[in-house]
């Protein structure tokens, strides 16, 4: 049986203040372990420990979580074979991200950051000169041998790129897993050339879904241990070098049968009468784009 992981408690990642009050807390099955709860198409939503939320700044975060050094090493474990249902979908997804960075570039050199298994780093590198980091051995892997994508090193610390060496750094659905996001975001900034740009998709706590759902809202999942808003991002990025020149919310392509299996958590009538309408169109394949409004896909300029 392995062993339950560390915990620490930690201070607000954006202002450093102590002061915080529960804001949400789910504990049955916390905390998370190497069980599917840090693959990207987990269905192990609640379990998410203790969600505070500062008095100071507002921003949302886990605390106590699992320690930096062992979440490093769930995402280097960590494998998401069913990742490959949707591939179709999520190189869709990727051109919807390039949609919006090729607004503001529209060629270069672009480092991804947390690449999974590089379906985000083959669609851009039809415009770009791509780089990325994964500390998944799995998506390594599958990047070396399926796309041939080489990927530089598991972590940006790892890597040690130079000064001023990319036009474009994307973190797709990545700064809400990570345990220090203004050292990733200064790191990027490092990395970036001046007036370069940064690119991040995120789940936006403040949404109105969010709100609606509170305890029970999508966003809120074992291995997501910080929630921003808008205004808690934009804030965090101006913090570390950047200045936000677009902001939008986010939506998705998945087939209907993906956006079903969403459903599970939530009360078994609406999960029946979609499947009932689903199997009676005979569309669980088909693909459904849906902006449900509570992701944010955002880019800023380093200044």
Known sequence: ??????????????????????????????????DGSYAATTDKFGAYGTI???????????????????????YAQNKDEEYFAQSEARSMN???????????????????????????????????DVTGVEPSIWGRKYCDEHLKIKIAASTLDEAKFPDGNFDVVTLLDVIEHVSDPGAVLRECARVTKAGGLIYLVTPDCESLSAKILGGRWWGLRPAHIFYFSRETLTRLLEKNGYEVVEAKSFGRIFTWSYWLSRLTNYPKPVYRAVEALVDGLGIRD?????????SVELVARKR
């Open 286 to 294: 088909k693909f459904l784009y849906l902006d449900t409004r509570d």
């Open 94 to 128: 990727a051109y919807l991200s390039l949609a919006l960075i090729r607004r503001h570039a529209q060629s270069g050199s672009l480092l991804d950051v947390g690449s999974a298994a590089g379906f985000f780093l083959n669609a851009a590198r039809v415009s770009f």
């Open 52 to 74: 505070r939320q500062c008095l100071d700044c507002g921003l949302l975060y886990t605390s106590p979580r699992v320690k930096a050094s062992g979440l490093l090493e769930e």
């Open 1 to 34: 049986m392995a062993a339950e992981p560390e915990l620490e408690e930690v201070a607000c990642a954006l202002c450093g203040g102590n002061r915080s009050r529960v804001k949400f807390s789910a504990m049955k099955g916390w905390p998370p372990s190497a």
